[in-house]
């Protein structure tokens, strides 16, 4: 394992996945899920790792791209999540210690679960007093699209439901779903629905849901404040991408080995931001193709108040 400390705070990673295992906010861990490697691989390899080469669902794992179509290699059912059964969350990064973070890189090759192009990736941290943040980056020799974000598990309180967290986002509109949670292409008014969380409010239910975010994309800003109101621990998530993928673990259960006992069910909320998932299947959406000679960048900050 891999550690940064700051003055009040600690984090710990993984080179499985380039992964976020836990991080220290007034001495409670407040990252849910697995230890250590075994555990993962045994439990849910995606908790606080890199998503890629396409966080999220494509639809029946195909696309066109350029007038081609791409097929992809299918994990759930005919489509694929996540990039894949053999995907950046389960791979193992190579890493090294910069100034005040960890720098992983992971190359890709061509055709990699279907994706074309070969594909260099970054995934920096670092932690500079109370923020951590990641600076995801990555180029390819082929057309193609991409999609990474980090998958981490939060529950401020570090113990009890994620569902009695406060959360506020500045998202107008959502995904709608139909199926295999799958987007039906139409972008939908949060207004009078229960994705309406423009002011802070606890969460209260269950989500698997896509959140498009206010403000332009590539600049980074706030997405995402979390909070237990109980201690008043309190994280804001900024990021340079579109969207939020928001995801209450439910999932998780007794047979699922981590840090502190089995994966407790909708004890805490996965926070990804991301592009929407899917887009290579809609024009409407923002698009995913990088092509040679470009690099792809997403910035995540979590900010500790």
């Known amino acids: 394992m891999l550690e940064l400390k700051s003055k ?21 861990d407040v990252v849910a899920g697995p230890g250590s490697d075994a555990d993962a691989l045994a439990s849910d390899w995606f908790s606080g790792a890199v998503t890629g080469r396409y966080a999220g669902r ?3 794992a195909r696309f066109m791209l350029d ?13 694929q999540l996540h990039g894949g059964s053999q995907d950046f ?45 990641l600076d995801l980056e990555a180029t390819t020799t082929k057309p193609t699209v ?36 799958l987007p039906t292409g139409e972008i939908r008014d949060v207004t009078g629905t229960e994705f309406d969380f423009r002011k802070l409010r606890k969460v209260g239910q269950t989500y698997d849901a896509c959140f498009c975010l206010n403000g332009k994309r590539g600049t980074l800003r706030k997405g995402l404040t979390l909070r237990d109101s109980d201690s008043g621990r309190t994280m804001e998530v900024y990021t340079t991408e579109c969207a939020i993928q928001f995801y209450t673990a439910d999932h998780f259960g007794p047979k699922m080995p981590g840090k502190y006992g089995p994966l ?19 024009m409407n959406f923002p698009s995913s193709v990088l092509r040679p000679g470009e690099v792809y960048r997403n910035r995540i900050e979590w900010r500790f108040l």
């Open 89 to 133: 969350c389960n791979a193992i990064w190579k890493s090294a210690y910069i100034d005040n973070g960890i720098r992983f890189t992971l190359h890709s090759p061509d055709g990699d679960q279907g994706y074309p192009g070969a594909m260099d990736v970054t995934a920096t941290y670092r932690l500079i007093a109370n923020v951590l943040s």
């Open 67 to 79: 007038g081609q179509e791409v097929r992809l290699v299918p994990n759930v059912g005919e489509d």
């Open 58 to 60: 494509i639809t029946k």
């Open 8 to 28: 009040g705070h600690r984090a710990i990673f993984s080179q499985l996945g380039a992964k976020l295992v836990s991080f220290f906010a007034d001495g409670i």
């Open 264 to 282: 407790v069910q909708h004890g805490s909320i996965a926070i990804e931001p991301q592009n929407y998932p899917d887009a290579p299947n809609h």
């Open 146 to 181: 991409i999609n990474l974000t980090n998958h981490a598990y939060w529950n401020l309180a570090g113990k009890g439901s994620g569902l009695d967290q406060e959360v506020e986002m500045p998202a107008d509109h959502y995904l709608p779903l139909h199926g295999p949670k």
